[in-house]
């Protein structure tokens, strides 16, 4: 779940903001992994 969060941030279709808690670890990292450092706002 986590890594569909993080492709529809890299897609522009979510905010890390709407990611769910439980996820936003998981998906923080990913993002990272991939170089989107940017696009982890709150």
């Known amino acids: 779940m986590a890594m569909i969060y993080a492709t529809l941030i890299i897609k522009g ?6 990611v769910p808690a439980a996820l936003k670890a998981q998906v923080k ?3 990272l992994d991939c170089g989107c450092e940017n696009l982890i706002t709150d």
């Open 29 to 31: 990292a990913i993002l």
């Open 13 to 18: 279709v979510k905010a890390y903001r709407e």
